[in-house]
């Protein structure tokens, strides 16, 4: 892995570099290099792809697969991702000042702005950050196509969703019993539009001010796909009150869709990519519901 000293020194257009910190990760099977950088254009983070390890990411791997979308490619295209979602959505974006796919000499990358804030947890959600997020989905699940695929050019027609979904299962999922169990709700339910959905939609993705919401700061696993599945993840981070709160909102923008025909599905798709850490199968199925 080259060092950011490399990277700034010939990287066209890049500022100066005056130090480059190593930020430890959140999580071991991270699949970046995060480095605070002071430079002469103000702080910024960098994002240095490690591409080898994405054979461990469950999350990556089943991404590819299912979309297609191969990480320290996609990575190139960040600036036109965060200028797509901040006209769609409502949430600030730290600005992207440059990205590169991964070439022979350097990995994929991403340089932007550094936004100072608390990294969001569980436990610091409060109603108000449910509102942004509600909000936040609300407007980007409205704007809908019948492609999905990438966020910028979605290329797969929707006919070809549930298999290409089956298939993504057959190939992660060893529990015979859930694997049965959704292939059966997928060949019920195919979807006729898709969206802008966050595949990772964690709370840690974001910044706040003890209060609220300051920033939406990791933009790479965004993809035009069913806003269900990025509904049925956030079902699971919510308690009861915020779930409540939370649709309230989103249906002041546009209608919740339903739920119930696809959960069992995503919720088989979500566990295979680690999408929150659960390892009990049968307790990630079985989990309370909310919406109907």
Known sequence: MPSPEALFSVYPGLPELKKATYQPPLFEDSTHQLWHCDTGAGPMMLKLCQFQNLADSACWQVIERLFGLYLPDYLANMSDVRQLLLARGSLPIPEV?????QTEQWPGFMLAQFISGQRLTSERVTDKIVL????????????????WGDLLNPGFEATHWSRQLIATLQAHVTDQH??????????????????????????????????????????????????ELELVLLEYQLNPSQATLFANTYQNIRPMPELNPCRLAYRLLLFTMNALGETELERWMNAESYWR
Not at 97 to 101: K, W
Not at 192 to 221: H, K
């Open 178 to 227: 859930w694997l049965e169990q959704g292939m059966k709700a997928l060949a019920e339910f195919v979807p006729s539009t898709f969206c802008p959905i966050m595949l990772d939609n964690r709370w840690d993705q974001y910044l706040f001010d003890g209060e609220r919401i300051t920033a939406l700061v990791d933009i790479d696993a965004f993809v035009t796909g069913p806003a």
């Open 132 to 147: 942004q997020l509600a909000q936040q989905l609300a407007s980007l699940h409205q704007y809908q196509t019948s492609h």
């Open 97 to 101: 000042h440059a990205c590169s796919h």
